[in-house]
């Protein structure tokens, strides 16, 4: 796999920014066609509000300290196991853009893939495709196999307009899986996003409600509150949490802080005091590889959202929407063709289980007391090039040459908006 770094997402601790006035007409313009609670997963955003990279490549902020992730499964203790798994999760929370940013809404059957490399020689590697366009659903898998360390997960965003705020409602769960340990689990769900001040205001974007962190078998709970700020009182990005015993309901650790900059935790029982449980300035960022785009198929999300994402880096807002509505209306006329042909869409790299959740193909066949053959399945699994694409329009495996592949991206004529 060549490897080329992924670009740096700037950060900005407030997560906030002011629209110049052509963009405000615009957003004003498209909120007065809207009703409180509007499903805003049909509405077409302009492309200025776009954060440069899809969903599917954003989902990766929360696995960027893998390192954690290994002390956790490398903790004899039980409770403090449960202890760093939390702290794993909480970790990736302050890998945000600059401002008021939506990351691309990905394309059914788009996919975006990459490795990470630890410093203690182990590696992690990532897959996620979009297997449902309505309602948008993510698929994920995230694994350090030679570790036995298994990450699955799916994301089901749904933003509603809500007046002066829009919010998503981050449905699905992540599901963290230690082999070693007799596959134990941890299922995780999210808190939701707001943008704030739409509106009037200062435009901010903020975490809010509850996230729960459970293993049944540990009997440990972990209940997080991401705060909001208030009008006139409060702090911004601030979370609150309890370490709980399932089965008496009694609180083991407090967890509170700035979820950007510095988390505590305090154990209960001994009355500590409070000590630094993640500092964001203390920990290094592992960046994650990725191959080259003249190296990756068309519906990769990078590649697939090349001519995007150069026009917002140059900030040609024109050839950005158009290259955008291109996309889009191509995805419409592929969904026409399948219904017309009366013809189902059914995902490259993951399926539906017993439990109707998607998992990714052949994991359940895997011979995970045999980690070092999981690990090469795994890495054939998601880094194969064959076949190099699946047509949306006809959900049959379709052989495409590398030239082809780079003339459908470079020969197409940009629809205008």
């Given at each position: ?54 969903m599917l490549e954003k989902i990766t902020d929360f696995m960027s ?353």
């Open positions: 796999m060549n490897q080329n770094s992924c670009q740096k997402i700037e950060q900005d601790v407030d997560s906030s920014e002011v629209l110049e006035d052509d963009n405000k007409s615009i957003i004003m313009g498209l909120i007065a066609q809207l009703r409180k609670g509007t499903d805003l997963s049909r509405v077409t955003l302009p492309t200025f509000v776009l954060e440069p990279r899809s300290h893998p390192d954690l992730l290994v002390k956790a499964s490398k903790t004899s203790d039980p409770t403090q196991r449960f202890v760093e798994v939390c702290r794993f999760f909480l970790s990736g929370w302050h890998i945000k853009p600059k401002g008021v940013k939506k990351p691309y809404n990905p394309i059914l059957g788009e996919f975006f893939r990459c490795e990470y490399s630890l410093e203690d020689g182990s590696k992690a590697m990532y897959i996620a495709e979009q297997v449902s366009h309505h309602p948008p659903i993510s698929a994920y898998h995230y694994s350090l196999p030679n570790l036995g360390i298994f990450v699955n997960g799916e994301a089901h965003p749904k933003a509603k307009f809500l007046g002066n705020s829009a919010a998503t409602v981050m449905k699905g769960y992540t599901r963290i899986i230690f082999s070693e340990l007799d596959n134990e689990t941890f299922e995780i769900s999210n808190p939701n996003v707001y943008a704030r001040g739409i509106l009037f205001g200062k435009m901010t974007m903020e975490m809010g409600d509850q996230s729960t962190i459970r293993c049944k078998s540990l009997d440990l709970i972990c209940e997080l509150d991401f705060k909001t700020k208030g009008y006139f009182s409060g702090q911004y990005h601030s979370v609150t949490g309890k370490i709980k015993r399932i089965s008496t309901d009694s609180t083991l650790y407090d967890i509170s802080g700035v979820w950007t900059e510095e988390l505590f935790i305090q154990e209960k029982e001994k009355k500590s005091s409070k000590e630094s449980f993640f500092n964001v300035s203390e920990h290094t960022v592992i960046t994650k590889s990725v191959e080259s785009l003249d190296k990756q198929e068309w519906n990769e999300s990078r590649k697939l959202w090349s001519k995007v994402t150069a026009g917002l880096a140059a900030r040609d807002v024109d050839v950005a929407t158009d290259e955008k509505t291109f996309i889009e209306n191509r995805q419409r006329e592929e969904t026409a063709a399948r219904q017309k042909e009366g013809l189902q869409w059914h995902p490259r790299f993951f399926t539906i289980n017993k439990h109707e959740e998607y998992e990714l193909k052949g994991l359940s066949g895997i011979d995970l007391k045999n980690l070092s053959q999981a690990n090469e399945h795994l890495k054939k699994q998601i880094f194969a090039h064959t076949p190099p694409a699946i047509s949306p329009a006809t959900s049959t495996e379709t052989v495409m040459s590398e030239e082809d592949q780079k003339a459908l991206i470079a020969e197409r004529e940009p629809i205008a908006a």
